[in-house]
Each structure stands twice: as structure tokens, then as C-alpha cells.
């Protein structure tokens, strides 16, 4: 790892040191603008993050291209705080990376961004952050941090993550694996606007990032499209084999399951009036299992790796509502604890595309409670 933070981000008598995550983005640049405007000794940082180097070319990763560090430069020089590029392709590859392939690789759908905060962003970062001399990481996240005013018997303060007031841009879903610890050394300082305030905000300072598109796509991905990424990587698992429904019955031929998600049903190229969806993926028997819209229905579903962001796992069940992908609307469920790691969450009404791999956060009203990865067991007797 290169171009380590400096000493201008230390704190000084009469100033909070706060390191900036810049992007290039609008987001992130109004986030520094408000931290500078209310006193805090900024440090502007931007990550270089692996991209790959397979289609005739060697591009920077989407969310470290050379014009988007050139619009963070920018930003930084218009703001008047130092700026820092920190070359962090390696510990990148091998956290978000290989675990993405991984996941695929084992008949699982990942979700990259949430592995990309724990370890990087919220891991890696913040520590740099806080060694260089910085009080706090800020980053342009649509959440809210607040302190919890009503466990005070001990002298302990404990942090709430609460959802952004923009429910269109909301990003508490991505941060659920952040704890005590983050909670009290990160800022949000978008939380409580609405995207188009953010963008008047950063017209009205008239930042050269005001008009800057959004982008989505997968970053570390050249062209976005995973599926080539992938067959390039792991091509033993691109094998054609059985498309079967819920009885056994051969319907047709897949082209690699990584090729194939839950819920899918375009592509499957099967002959037959009824429309058929993806229900499972079976790695062991190279087979995907397909039914019909009613078959993709499920009461309930395992969650392993649940963390909860009070540090303080619960021993009863408990009512929460539930997210099953960052874009799904919240379903009320009910939590059964079967370890401290091992949840049984069983919906309210039955829930559609419930994807082993993708991470269920909890929420209750506005706070996130915490979450987990979905298993693709969905029997909860074998586990109690």
C-alpha cells in the first residue's frame, strides 16, 4: 500500500480532524464542503481500487477513474483541503474480488458494495483515518448516526445507525455491518438531506462536480458485464448441464450457473406455455432447479453471519421488518435467534427471489438493527 496519509490531516487545539472520502462525485464533494464550512480540518482521501485487465486494455476501476480522481482533485483545490490518493488494489482484489468470484462460484449471488464497506471503506480506510491523527472518516452515505439517549446505566455511549430522510437514496442497507466502533468515528453528513438538496447545495457553491452523473454499474468490472467477468475467471463452472423443475423433470440446458440468479427468467430458453422462474441453484449436480411464479414463494429463510450494530446479540425472539435486497420493500418478520451468528427469520407473508448470499438487514422504524447473509437452507429444523 502507497501514498499513506500525512500528517496535515493531525489534529490540531482548536480543530476536528476529519479524513473525506472523495469520489469524484457530487455526494461526496457537498459532504466535504459541509465539513469544511462548519470548521473541521479536512483531508481529502480517494481510494485506487483494482480493476481488470482482460479486455485488451488496463482501465481504472469505475470508481477511480483517471477523470473521476481528476474531478476529486478539483473539488479538493476548490475546498482548499489536501488532497491523498491511496493505491489500495490489493487488499481490494482480495476482499471484494475474490470473494465475489467465490460466492458465484459456490452458487451464491453476492453483494459487493456491503463487502467493500466492511472491509475497505469502513475497515481499512477508517483505520488509516484514525492513525493518521483523524477524529472521524466522512463519507457522502444517505444515513443517519445517532447516540442512544436511553441505555445509560452504564457510562458507555452506544451508537444508532438510522436510515437516510431521502428513502430514495437511502444507503443504510449497504452500512448494516457497521458497529460501536465505526459508528463513533464516521459522519454522514448528507443524512438528513434530500438528494435534490445536494445538488442545489453544491450549485450554489458552484462545485465543479454540481451536475456530475451518477453511476451504478458494478465498478470493478471493465465492461459491467459480469457474467463475461466471470466465465473468464472461473470457466470450470460455465459447463452446460440439466434445467429441472421442483419434480425432476428435465426441461432444458443451462449455460454455467454463475450465468443465473434467483428470481431470473429470462434466458432459460425452455419450451413450454408456462412461464418458469429460477428457484435454486445446485452446484453439486451442476443443475439449476426452475418452477413457477407461486413456487418462488418462501415463509421463512436462515441467516448466517448476522451481526448486530448495539454489539449485544438478542436471546429471544423478536419482531423487526426486513429488507431481502437493497431495493426490496421492507416485509415485517419475526427473528428467532439460534446463535449468536445464526438467525431463523420467518416472514409475515411469503417472500419472493429470496437470494442465498444477498445480506437481510433488520430495521426497526427508522434504525437498522443489523443483518446477515441469507443461507440457501431453508429448513430452520435442521438447525435448532
Known sequence: MSDMLESS???TEDQIAVVAALSGGVDSAVAAALLVEHGYNVTGVMLKLWAECSIGQCPMNRCCTPASVARARS???????????????????????????AEY????????????????????????ALRSGAAYLATG??????????????????????????QRKDQ??????????????????????AKAEVREAARTRRLSVAEQPESQDLCFVADGNY????????????IPGPIRDTRGHVLGQHNGLPAYTIGQRRGLNITDSKAFYVLDVVVDENALVV???????FPGCLVQAMHYISGEPPTEPFQASARIRSQAKPTTVTVT???????WVEFDAPERDVTAGQFLVLYSGEEVLGGGVISRDKDVTSHT
Open 172 to 193: 443504510s442497507y449497504f452500512l448494516h455491518i457497521l458497529g460501536q466502533h465505526q459508528l463513533a468515528h464516521v459522519l454522514f453528513p448528507l443524512g438528513s438531506m
Open 141 to 166: 452515505h444517505y444515513a443517519r448516526i445517532a447516540r442512544d439517549s436511553v441505555r445509560v446505566c452504564d457510562d458507555k455511549v452506544r451508537y444508532k445507525l438510522l436510515r437516510g430522510i431521502d
Open 105 to 128: 462460484a459456490a452458487g451464491r449471488t453476492p453483494s459487493p458494495c456491503v463487502v467493500c464497506n466492511r472491509s475497505i471503506r469502513f475497515g481499512l480506510l477508517l483505520d488509516l
Open 9 to 11: 490531516s493531525v489534529q
Open 75 to 101: 473539488v479538493a483545490a476548490q475546498l482548499q483541503i489536501p488532497f491523498r490518493l491511496i493505491d489500495v488494489q490489493e487488499e481490494f482484489r482480495e476482499a471484494v474480488v475474490d470473494t465475489f468470484i
Open 227 to 238: 457474467r463475461r467477468f466471470l466465465s473468464e475467471r472461473i470457466p470450470e463452472h460455465f
Open 291 to 297: 418452477g413457477t411464479w407461486e413456487e418462488l414463494d
Open 337 to 343: 435467534p439460534l446463535s449468536e451468528e445464526r438467525a
